[in-house]
């Protein structure tokens, strides 16, 4: 049971994020009005460029004081700049808090077009490891000092035989970190009741990084998850599943093929933090809109929920951008506080506002209906609320 009142942080970001998160806070407040289950108290904290405007700091000290307080946050878009510039904010912040699992559902929404010829079969979950991997930062520009002295030390004590004029990243991979991914992943499919869990890596080449990912999540498997797993080989050698959870790994370009080809053998995927990253945008992209998705970032203890989209700057501010990714992620931190038949409930408007033709033009235009805006499909999913 959710407390009394709980209070959440929400962050509007850049480009289309005020429009997104201020209609989604409609949609939650509306829902937890008409179910009468807890309330919650908004708590309003900058990020992105409106906070650099404001305090010349795109990630204020007052903004990471309120996650640390209420624990849970929701997050519109912040735009993070290629090949130069300040570093990433939505990283800053994972690595800040150690939300150390990003998870994000798959599941096909009906009326969307689809590159596939049964998006219907997708119904999978991505658990990316969150705070390790590339994802570190660990580099240096090539002509930078710094990147002359690591390629210096290797090539003179450890024989390697890199150019001068290469740029430097260290890939980091942790057994601590991937054990505790791995222990969420395990717990998350036992509790939801998951067919599969399949490991996602590049083992083959890079064995010491991504094939130790591979060796330490097998390990905590059959180490501390006996009783709910069988792996692979062990029904390949006869084994009976027996309701168990099926534990198996991909190469990651194989397994990039397989979710194309036979999306609806995958139901869980663990992954690394990069190839997670590529896997979770890939398998959206095969229900036809990444716009549709909200995604989880969690630790043990603090979450932050966002839209997996991006900023879109050319249509900020027309009312014409899907809410759908902000409202399900939404509907993930309100499962996260135990609120999970408010979350049903705006899960199911949803489904009948698309049902009722009613969509923005990302949707609508597949349609064949005329596209409402941000606000107006909004109003349409509270208005189906609890119908």
Same mark, same amino acid.
């Given at each position: 049971m959710a407390e009394s009142e709980r209070e959440i942080v929400f962050i509007k970001g850049d480009g289309i994020g005020p429009e997104i998160v201020d209609n989604s806070k409609r949609v939650v407040d509306a829902a937890i009005e008409k179910i009468r289950q807890g309330s919650i108290k908004w708590v309003e904290a900058l990020a992105g460029a409106e906070a650099e405007k404001k305090s010349g700091n795109r990630l204020p000290d007052e903004t990471i004081a309120a996650i640390k307080r209420c624990g849970v946050a929701i997050k519109g878009p912040i735009e993070t700049p290629v090949g130069k510039g300040f570093t990433s904010i939505n990283v800053r912040l994972r690595l800040l808090f150690d939300l150390y699992a990003n998870i994000r559902p798959v599941k096909y929404v009906p009326g969307i077009?689809?590159?596939?010829?049964?998006?219907?079969?997708?119904?999978?979950?991505?658990?990316?490891?969150?705070?390790d991997d590339l994802y570190r930062g660990i580099e240096w520009r090539y002509d930078s000092a710094e990147a002359g002295k690591v390629r210096n030390f290797l090539n003179s004590?450890?024989?390697?035989?890199?150019?001068?004029?290469?740029?430097?990243?260290?890939?980091?991979?942790?057994? *601590? $970190? !991937? /054990?505790?991914?791995?222990?969420?992943?395990? &717990?998350?499919?036992?509790?939801?009741?998951?067919?599969?869990?399949t490991v996602m890596h590049k083992g083959n080449i890079?064995?010491?990084?991504?094939?130790?990912?591979?060796?330490?999540?097998?390990?905590? *498997? $059959? !180490? /501390?998850?006996?009783?709910?797993?069988?792996? &692979?080989?062990?029904?390949a050698a006869g084994a009976s599943r027996n309701g168990k959870i099926?534990?198996?790994?991909?190469?990651?370009?194989?397994m990039f093929q397989q979710i194309i080809t036979r999306p609806g053998d995958y139901d869980l995927i663990l992954a690394p933090n990069l190839n997670g990253d590529y896997v979770s945008d890939a398998a959206g992209a095969l229900i036809g809109n990444i716009g549709v998705l909200g995604g989880a970032n969690i630790g043990d203890r603090y979450a932050i929920f966002e839209a997996v989209h991006g900023t879109v700057p050319k249509y900020a501010g027309q009312n014409v951008a899907n809410p759908m990714g902000m409202l399900s992620a939404c509907c993930l931190m309100l499962e996260h506080i135990g609120m999970e038949s408010v979350s049903l409930m705006i899960r199911d408007a949803i489904s009948a506002t698309l049902k009722d033709r009613i969509a923005t033009r990302d949707i609508a235009r597949f349609m064949g209906t005329a596209p409402v805006g941000t606000k107006e499909f909004s109003d349409a999913v509270i208005d189906r609320l609890g119908r």
């Open positions: 077009a689809s590159p596939i010829a049964h998006p219907e079969a997708i119904d999978l979950v991505v658990f990316r490891e969150n705070t004590n450890l024989g390697t035989d890199i150019e001068d004029d290469s740029g430097i990243g260290i890939k980091v991979m942790g057994r *601590a $970190k !991937t /054990e505790r991914v791995t222990r969420m992943a395990l &717990e998350y499919a036992i509790k939801h009741r998951r067919r599969s869990i890079m064995k010491y990084t991504e094939g130790a990912f591979r060796e330490w999540a097998y390990n905590i *498997a $059959k !180490t /501390e998850f006996r009783n709910s797993i069988v792996t &692979e080989e062990e029904v099926l534990f198996n790994d991909r190469i990651a370009d194989n």
